[in-house]
């Protein structure tokens, strides 16, 4: 049976060792028009979950992990890999989604929006749904 993650340092280095928060906001600075506006909404939510205090250790480092692989340039599906290359990005950052969904409240939706505009400029975030 697999160890149950009690806390952040209980997780697997292979990508955790890749999220930081300054490589986290990097990355969402710089591949808006490669992933799409969906991706880095569905990011952010993670990231603003991950902020909760009420969110548990093992989503926050199922979390960690997934945030980690988005940032990795080393993925399954290499990144600049026209129109799949953040396809596997997208997978894992739904995955963790489903696990924290239930932490994902208006007030995560309403950071990860204004994330958006304050990053790209106001009213980005009106092309969401």
């Not at 697997?12 to 710089?30: H, R």
């Amino acid at each position: 049976m697999s160890k149950e993650i009690q806390s952040i340092d209980d997780i697997d280095p292979k990508y955790s060792k890749d999220y930081s928060e300054d490589s986290f906001w990097d990355k969402i600075k710089t591949v808006l028009k490669k992933a799409g506006l969906p991706l880095i909404y569905k990011a952010l939510q993670l990231y603003y979950v991950m902020q909760r205090p009420d969110c548990p250790a093992g989503i926050k480092a199922a979390i960690i992990v997934t945030l980690g692989y988005f940032i990795s340039p080393i993925d399954f599906i290499p990144d600049f890999i026209p129109i799949v290359g953040f396809t596997d990005d997208l997978a894992a950052v739904v995955a963790a989604l489903v696990m924290a969904q239930m932490y994902v409240d208006e007030k995560v939706k309403r950071q990860a929006r204004e994330a958006i505009d304050r990053i790209f400029g106001a009213g980005t975030s009106d092309e969401l749904d």
